[in-house]
């Protein structure tokens, strides 16, 4: 048996246990291995190939649209929204009309589903809400600010919306279990959407007010730490000082999450994960000044959202800011040994594709570029201009490549043999170390010789397709001196490291091809000569190589 086929049974073994033996398939689960994480559906590792549906394509007559971008996307997973104003619109009385439609024609088009729970918040506000929780602020109050104004966010305090929306939610992942149990075309939840509160720190509601001067959870203590010193327990404001607002409104939110998703899970328990409009990752830690959304899941928060939601899986980033060094930043601050890497959402433009390579080579369990419909709308500036079939392109040549390794991708990475590089703004050189190799990437570079230094500087005679960063490449290491290589728009150069450093070295092979559905690598060609003298150099085409290197 060869490394790769052992490698798939092991985890196959890992991803089927005794008590999922009498399911047609092993439900959908997270699986840990020293820090790494791997998504396990139908008892094998998964790489989410995902898009996302804009916000209002939750209707069956807007599905054809989506399967559309779906299909130009190359994506295997689609994440779509199911709100609680469509489910329950009115009170006791549920509609799942569409989540069947909806999980019949992902069937007929092979894709899975990450169903997005849009009830008492989305994007922080009620806007998904039934009509009778909307306009109901006596039953479902929303939150006070500090000077006693009734804002627009309900409040996390509310006992009756937490009930009205925990009762929904369970009757909807009820409904899920029935249809879906055996087939397990839905894979994740997420609960509730980009949580927190814009303009207001936290609630000022008597009763939030009562909570606030309540000693901090032990469970948060255990495990979130004062940016600066404090006491050691007492109340919010004791133990956290000028950050006790922000943190006690992300426990509340938390708290409330949590209580949803426990009883959610308790009637299916499919993997379940909350989604984060960022804070800057760059910008230096301060308390909240009106510049995020407070009390999401922000990356300074995570560990607050693991002690108040232990059944949340994973707190995950949306990223919409295009700089390569905030994504890079996002990226090392939300992967965490607790914390399973998954980019739920991130801008359509074509400028975020190359980011595919850097979150798949860091072993993210999947990503998702926003808005991949042909609905007749745009969220440009915070993605593309385009609305049809050119918008989704440039995930799709992605995808495309990767699909046939994504199973083995998964297990890969699970294993730390993965890494991955995105062309930065800056467009220098960077470099990956794999043991006794170094693979250093270049970027506009021509497929044969050298360019002028003067050229590179200033951009003069590029290949066409890099007049902006678009290049990246993803490595996992099979062997020693083996290795799989996916990207477009760079050049590499291998290097001796470790016990290589100083040894003379060369490519023994360097395969194009791809990985078939049994998982056995079907070569094309093998680059020689010409193809290889200047480095491998990977055009706007994106290509996989099988690499084996040796020294002499």
């Not at 820090?35 to 998964?46: E, F, M, N, S, T």
């Not at 937490?162 to 029935?178: P, Q, T």
Request: proline share 7%; charged share 20%.
């Amino acid at each position: 048996m060869n490394k790769t086929a052992n490698l798939l049974a092991v985890l196959c073994a890992l991803g089927c246990s005794a008590g999922q033996a009498g399911a047609a398939a092993p439900i959908p689960h997270l699986v840990q291995k020293d820090g790494r994480h791997a998504l396990i559906v139908d008892g094998k590792p998964y790489t989410m190939l995902a898009v996302q549906a804009h916000n209002s394509s939750n209707y069956p007559a807007a599905l054809p649209e989506v399967w559309a971008g779906v299909r130009d996307a190359q994506a295997n997973t689609l994440e779509i929204p199911v709100a609680w104003e469509q489910v329950e619109p009115a009170e006791g009385k549920y509609d799942f009309s569409y989540v069947d439609t909806l999980v019949a024609q992902a069937r007929q088009n092979k894709v899975r589903l990450v169903l997005l729970w849009f009830g008492t918040w989305k994007n922080t506000s009620p806007q998904y809400t039934p009509a009778w929780v909307k306009f109901n602020n006596a039953r479902f109050p929303r939150m006070l600010d500090k000077e006693g104004k009734t804002i627009y966010c309900l409040s996390p305090h509310g006992e009756e919306t937490l009930k009205a929306d925990r009762r929904a939610f369970v009757a909807f992942m009820a409904h899920l279990k029935k249809i879906d149990e055996e087939q397990r075309t839905v894979i994740m939840v997420q609960v509730e959407n980009e949580v927190g509160t814009y303009g207001t720190v936290r609630d000022f509601a008597p009763k939030a007010e009562a909570a606030f001067r309540q000693p901090v959870p032990a469970a948060v203590l255990a495990r979130k730490k004062a940016p600066q010193p404090g006491k050691a327990s007492g109340s919010w404001s004791d133990v956290y000082g000028p950050y006790a607002d922000e943190y006690f409104h992300a426990y509340a939110i938390a708290s409330y999450i949590e209580q949803i998703a426990k009883a959610g899970r308790a009637v299916y328990n499919l993997p379940m994960f909350v989604n984060n409009a960022l804070r800057d990752p760059i910008e230096p830690m301060a308390p909240w000044k009106g510049n995020f959304a407070s009390g999401g899941p922000t990356f300074d928060v995570i560990d607050i959202y693991k002690a108040a939601a232990p059944h949340i899986d994973i707190a995950a980033p949306d990223q919409y800011a295009p700089e390569s060094n905030k994504v890079t930043a996002t990226l090392a601050l939300f992967q965490r040994p607790d914390n399973a890497l998954f980019m739920p959402e991130m801008g359509n433009s074509a400028n975020y594709a190359r980011y595919v390579y850097q979150i798949l080579g860091r072993g993210a369990i999947g990503v998702a570029p926003f808005g991949v419909d042909y609905a007749d709308y745009s969220n440009y500036p915070l993605g593309s201009k385009l609305k049809d079939k050119s918008m989704a392109e440039p995930f799709g040549r992605i995808y495309a490549a990767f699909r046939p390794m994504a199973q083995l991708w998964a297990g890969w990475a699970l294993e730390g043999r993965t890494a991955g590089i995105a062309e930065s703004d800056a467009r220098t050189p960077q470099t990956l170390a794999f043991g006794n190799w170094s693979i250093t990437a270049s970027f506009r570079e021509w497929q044969f010789g050298e360019r002028p230094e003067a050229d590179k500087a200033s951009g003069k005679d590029a290949p066409p397709g890099t007049e902006s960063p678009t290049g990246g490449v993803a490595v996992a290491q099979l062997g020693e001196n083996e290795f799989i290589v996916i990207g477009q728009n760079v050049r590499l150069r291998f290097g001796g490291a470790g016990a290589n450093a100083g040894k003379p070295f060369m490519h023994d092979r360097v395969e194009e091809g791809q990985f078939d559905a049994q998982g056995k690598w079907i070569m094309t060609r093998n680059w020689n000569g010409d193809q290889a003298d200047h480095g491998l150099n990977l055009t706007g085409k994106p290509v996989v190589l099988r690499i084996t290197m040796g020294t002499y």
